[in-house]
């Protein structure tokens, strides 16, 4: 799979302090992707306000209960890659809106389905696709390798900009997401 501009050049490296002309081409390319990418993130976040008066996340929310609703609120946030505790306040304010509706199971009280109302669906109809959710099938269908080098590589340039403990706000919403720390299941109940 070709990602974006890889340069693979002889005397691609940066010597002496000087910067050679394949370098600073893959420097260029590698931001212009960079760019890219929050470009067309930011308009399908503008676009889903603009049309439901929603933020890209709870866009996203709406869109994954209409392919699997009604599921229990962990196996929604497992779905959207985001902690419990996130989905539940992304929920919170979707459930204000009239949008969703939880209901907690009678036979196990930690159990809490979520599914869309009436309007929620009616919502569904006119909204436009959501970005996370077209990175996500993206990324779940990449290889293992491909996967590996995109994640390597914004690890690196979470690093270059120092933000390595900056909890990871959701794209264009002021929500945050406790981040995966690829350790097990971090949901104390069905909830989260």
Not at 30 to 52: C, I, M, P
Not at 134 to 140: A, N, P, S
Not at 141 to 149: F, M, N, Q, T
Request: proline share 4%.
């Amino acid at each position: 799979m070709n990602i974006g501009c890889l340069v693979r050049q002889e005397g691609f490296c940066n010597t002496g302090g000087h910067m050679n002309a394949g370098r600073k081409k893959a420097i260029a390319c590698a931001f212009d992707n960079l760019r890219r990418v929050v470009q067309v993130v930011h308009g399908y976040s503008k676009r889903a306000e603009h049309v439901a008066g929603l933020t890209g996340p709870q866009l996203w929310a709406i869109k994954v209960l209409a392919e699997s609703a009604p599921i229990m609120v962990s196996d929604l946030a497992r779905r959207m890659y985001l902690h419990p505790s996130t989905v539940i306040g992304i929920l919170d304010r979707l459930e204000t809106r009239g949008l969703v509706t939880r209901t907690r199971s009678k036979e196990d009280r930690r159990v809490v389905t979520v599914g869309l109302t009436r309007s929620g669906k009616g919502t569904i109809k006119r909204v436009p696709v959501v970005a996370q959710g077209l990175l996500l099938k993206g990324l779940e269908e990449l290889s293992d390798h491909d996967l590996k080098v995109i994640s390597e590589g914004l690890g690196l340039l979470v690093n270059i900009l120092g933000a390595q403990r900056m909890p990871p706000q959701l794209l264009f919403s002021d929500e945050m997401n406790i981040p995966h720390d690829g350790g097990g299941d971090e949901t104390a109940t069905q909830e989260g």
